[in-house]
T-cell receptor
């Protein structure tokens, strides 16, 4: 079946630099996308979300960009900090507004160098 | 603070025994909860959707009799791994959607199951 996939399974970034994590999805019916951060041994933590009627959304130090034309999603982290080291997953939802069944991508491991 | 509580955070059991994992929504009601399984360095795989007051919906390839799900109340879902074997060792995570103005899907902290 269709699934969300991620480019580059690992990303090493210097502390203070900006990070960009990419995600490709294949289900054109997906209407809601979420980025999660998962630290070792813990459950996923919500970072930011975006609906398909938007192409950009900003949060605190994070920005999500959505390009529906090429089915691409990215997460930008500004001024990356050591605490940002984790695995990042994008997830998509394509069901009804009350259906929170998500499909997760493979994940990108981000390592911040001091 | 956590809005979805999962317990226990880790469990070690002998092969052939059953293990129960609890997932609670702390400050909201959830008619639906989701159970995921995650192997090391892999993504989350949806196992089943837990439905309050009705049977769970299992994903293809997930054994219903192996992974028993009960959604007894609007704040509690349980996953029981029956007759556990070493290949059932994994990280199990639950999630629950908090609907409303600021609706989001929240995850529990996960349960690491090790079957000896």
């Amino acid at each position: 079946g269709e699934s969300v996939g991620l480019h580059l399974p690992t990303l090493s970034v210097q502390e203070g630099d900006n990070s960009i994590i990419n995600c490709a999805y294949s289900n054109s019916a997906s209407d809601y996308f979420i980025w999660y951060k998962q630290e070792s041994g813990k459950g996923p933590q919500f970072i930011i979300d975006i609906r398909s009627n938007m192409d950009k959304r900003q949060g605190q130090r994070v920005t999500v960009l959505l390009n529906k034309t090429v089915k691409h999603l990215s997460l930008q982290i500004a001024a990356t900090q050591p605490g940002d080291s984790a695995v990042y997953f994008c997830a998509e939802k394509s069901g009804s507004s009350n259906d929170y069944k998500l499909s997760f991508g493979a994940g990108t491991t981000v390592t911040v160098r001091a | 603070g956590a809005v979805v509580s999962q317990h226990p955070s880790w469990v070690i059991c002998k092969s052939g025994t059953s293990v129960k994992i609890e997932c609670r929504s702390l400050d909201f009601q959830a008619t639906t909860m989701f159970w995921y399984r995650q192997f090391p360095k892999q993504s989350l795989m949806l196992m089943a959707t837990s439905n309050e007051g009705s049977k769970a919906t299992y994903e293809q390839g997930v054994e219903k009799d192996k992974f028993l799900i009960n959604h007894a109340s609007l704040t509690l879902s349980t996953l029981t791994v029956t007759s556990a074997h070493p290949e059932d060792s994994s990280f199990y995570i639950c999630s629950a959607p908090r609907q409303g103005i600021n609706e989001k899907l929240f995850f529990g902290s996960g349960t690491q199951l090790s079957v000896l």
